[in-house]
């Protein structure tokens, strides 16, 4: 069935390093959501990207749909301790959210 | 309520015995989805609901696992004979419309349950 592939599965960083991770898929995505998953707590969303090659900031997070709506990325500039957590992306596709395996992001002080 | 809820928050069962888990979703909501975390993994897609109907049941697991929803608000997924490997944590979210991948997906803060 459609998957949505997401990478990488765990990523360390020192703090104030950037973090990137990335989102697949092999068919064409109506649009992408991105969650946020605290340790211990449960996905809330974050953005939601709909059109080709659309690019959002929050803050120090820079969210990227690719023109052929196939890949997306959240990029994290200058991680901080309270990024922590694991970031998921969901892309659309017939009317169905469709949620990748998350990238679980560490970051030491 | 604010959000969903779910209920219990935890819960410790023996192998063998029949659990029930309980989500109420955001009022007014008419999608509901019941996932399944496994420590330290991704989100398992289990089942939805439009409005009292789920369509599509193959994300179940096996038939020891079944959800019903009544009255177009709660649900309740029912784990029938446990075993150790069903220990996970249960999230259920909701979203205002169904049949739509644009809507926003409201999480609860999930049942923990440990099968010993």
């Known amino acids: 069935g459609q998957q949505v592939m997401q990478i990488p599965q765990y990523q360390h960083v020192q703090e104030g390093e950037d973090f990137t991770t990335y989102c697949n898929s092999s068919?064409?995505?109506?649009?992408i959501q991105w969650y946020k998953q605290r340790p211990g707590g449960h996905p809330v969303f974050l953005i939601q990207?709909?059109?080709?090659?659309e690019v959002k900031k929050q803050k120090r997070l820079t969210f990227q749909f690719g023109e052929a709506k196939k890949n997306s990325s959240l990029h994290i500039t200058a991680t901080q301790t309270t990024d922590v957590g694991t970031y998921f992306c969901a892309g659309g596709s017939q009317g169905n959210l469709i949620f990748g395996k998350g990238t679980k992001l560490s970051v030491k002080p | 309520g604010a959000g969903v809820s779910q209920s219990p928050s935890n819960k410790v069962t023996e192998k063998g015995k029949d659990v029930e888990l309980r989500c109420d979703p955001i009022?007014?909501?008419?999608?509901l989805y019941w996932y399944r975390q496994s420590l330290g993994q991704g989100l398992e897609f289990l089942i939805y609901f439009q409005g009292n109907s789920a369509p599509d049941k193959s994300g179940l697991p096996s038939d020891r696992f079944s959800a019903e929803r009544t009255g177009g608000s709660v649900s309740t997924l029912t784990i029938q004979r446990t075993q150790q490997e069903d220990s996970a944590v249960y999230l259920c979210?909701?979203?205002?419309?169904?049949?739509?991948?644009?809507?926003?997906?409201?999480f609860g803060p999930g049942t923990r349950l440990t099968v010993l």
């Open positions: 990207l709909v059109k080709s090659g």
């Open positions: 009022s007014g909501h008419t999608a």
């Open positions: 068919t064409t995505l109506s649009n």
């Open positions: 979210a909701s979203s205002l419309y169904f049949g739509t991948s644009f809507d926003t997906q409201y």
